[in-house]
């Protein structure tokens, strides 16, 4: 029997799932690179042997994803340059479209109001609207944070088809473990539930600010993102109501406005 013969072999399935892991984790070591990388460097930064890195640039390279320079360099190539241009176009519509929204829910609450689309277990914020008082809510453009600490994030959730809803549910628990974040399954899915139950999603980070939020449908049943308004709980508590049906009146705005805009084009 042959050497090779006798090595165990893990199913197709995991080990296609395992390469394109790291043929991903590759691109991203590419991607972070400010003058290029090398086949050495590459696999030392993913963690794999150089043979192994070899290969999956060559794969890359193949599939227009990389570019190798003279110098033997790797940079990204054209391929992941449309990805990104394709990304950023569906980010920017969103924006575009929802700013005006975002914009008269500000004027009519005299709040925050945030703009959010989900990454993998994450919300990440893309928009706010800040109205001119002394005692405000701000957030950072581009903070990404895990899904079950937002209510934008839970909102998101609770939209989802069944199936991805518990499957993201799980992702984020384990994500949560990995961590040592301390979170209480049971008290996720409740949430979660009545999120879905209400329409509009609510957290309390125990900071004396009230943060309400809804998801922004898309075509066919896909969630595209989500909205929050935030303010100081002194101005909200009193308010929940009424200021929940304005978010989700303001989703559902947004939500239309992607609708006429798509069967515009």
Request: hydrophobic share 40%; aromatic share 4%.
């Amino acid at each position: 029997m042959s050497s090779t013969a006798a090595v165990p072999r893990e199913p197709s399935g995991r080990t296609g799932v395992r390469a394109l892991a790291r043929g991903l984790a590759v691109l991203d070591a590419v991607g972070a690179a400010d003058d290029g990388i090398g086949v050495t460097e590459v696999s030392r930064a993913v963690g794999i042997d150089k043979a192994t890195g070899s290969r999956l640039l060559a794969t890359l390279r193949d599939a227009g994803y990389v570019r190798q320079r003279e110098d033997r360099r790797f940079e990204l190539g054209s391929r992941a340059g449309w990805l990104a241009q394709r990304y950023v176009r569906r980010v920017d519509e969103l924006c575009q479209v929802a700013g005006p929204h975002l914009a008269k829910l500000r004027d009519e609450t005299q709040e925050t109001v945030h703009l959010a689309i989900q990454e993998n277990t994450d919300v990440v914020y893309l928009a706010q609207e800040v109205p001119e008082r002394s005692v405000r809510v701000h957030s950072a453009i581009g903070t990404r944070l895990p899904m079950y600490r937002t209510a934008m994030g839970r909102a998101i959730i609770a939209e989802l088809p069944e199936p991805e809803r518990e499957r993201l549910i799980g992702a984020l628990l384990r994500e949560a473990d990995r961590s040592g974040d301390e979170i209480d399954p049971a008290v996720i899915e409740a949430d979660v539930e009545s999120a879905r139950r209400r329409g509009w999603a609510a957290i309390d980070r125990h900071d004396d600010v009230t943060r309400l939020a809804a998801a922004i449908g898309g075509p066919e049943g896909a969630v595209v993102g989500a909205i929050a308004l935030s303010g100081p709980s002194y101005r909200m508590e009193d308010r929940i109501t009424e200021r929940a049906a304005q978010v989700r009146s303001c989703a559902r705005r947004i939500a239309a406005s992607l609708v006429e805009r798509a069967s515009a084009v």
